[in-house]
């Protein structure tokens, strides 16, 4: 079945660390896959999307990610964090050129000023 | 330019009753999807409206159906609620004709409670 797996539930990190959330999704055919941030009290926004070329995408905020596909894995990052990223993040795709969002589990990021 | 909109924001229910939910998609969006999303959750795909037909549909009971109305707009409708129905319900919308390539814009949600 397809999936997307998110290995950690709460991450809590001071300002100015490194972040890597981790994300795995299931072979499925064509993938095409999304970090989405959920602010408190605000709704899902997009960070960023890989669909084809340079595995290494930039979002907004200064949030990057890497598909590797031997790994079937695709990473979120971040150099430094600050205090206003607290919040949840998910990871989802989508297959074969579905509409079907396929969310993981999502983490919690809270950080510490 | 306002995005998705979504109605109410909050709802309190018992069991055996039914809900509706409605949507309206942002400007120029053809397409409209939903999601439960339970706590602790990540959002779980329900169906997918284009064309006032539902395109796709997810591992959901036939109590939930839908509709998509000729404006785009879409209602999500529960029935025979239960209490693991609780859960914040999220419509999500996009261009029929990019949408495999463009974002899903999200909505506020509605906080739906089933006592």
């Known amino acids: 079945a397809q999936s997307v797996s998110q290995h950690n539930h709460h991450v809590i990190l001071s300002e100015a660390a490194s972040l890597e959330l981790g994300c795995n999704y299931s072979?499925?055919?064509?993938?095409?896959l999304f970090w989405y941030v959920q602010y408190p009290g605000q709704h899902l926004q997009l960070l960023l999307k890989?669909?084809?070329?340079?595995?290494l995408v930039k979002g907004i905020k200064g949030f990057e990610a890497e598909f590797i596909k031997s790994k079937f894995s695709f990473n979120l990052r971040k150099p430094s964090v600050q205090w206003s990223d607290t919040a949840e993040y998910f990871c989802?795709?989508?297959?074969?050129?579905?509409?079907?969002?396929?969310f993981g589990q999502g983490t919690e990021l809270s950080v510490k000023p | 330019d306002a995005g998705v909109t979504q109605s109410p924001t909050h709802l309190i229910k018992t069991r055996g009753q039914q809900v509706t939910l409605r949507c309206s998609p942002k400007?120029?969006?053809?397409?409209v999807s939903w999601y439960q999303q339970a706590l602790g959750q990540g959002p779980q795909f329900i169906f997918q409206?284009?064309?006032?037909?539902?395109?796709q549909r997810g591992n959901f009971p036939d109590r939930f159906s839908g509709h998509q109305f000729p404006n785009y707009s879409s209602e999500l409708n529960v029935n025979a609620l239960l209490l693991g129905d609780s859960a914040l319900y999220l419509c999500?919308?996009?261009?029929?004709?990019?949408?495999?390539?463009?974002?899903?814009?999200f909505g506020p949600g509605t906080r739906l409670t089933v006592l």
């Open positions: 409206y284009y064309e006032e037909e539902e395109r």
């Open positions: 072979y499925g055919g064509t993938v095409n």
């Open positions: 890989y669909f084809s070329g340079d595995p």
């Open positions: 989802a795709a989508t297959y074969n050129q579905g509409g079907k969002l396929i």
């Open positions: 999500a919308s996009t261009n029929s004709w990019a949408a495999l390539y463009n974002e899903q814009f």
């Open positions: 400007s120029g969006h053809d397409t």
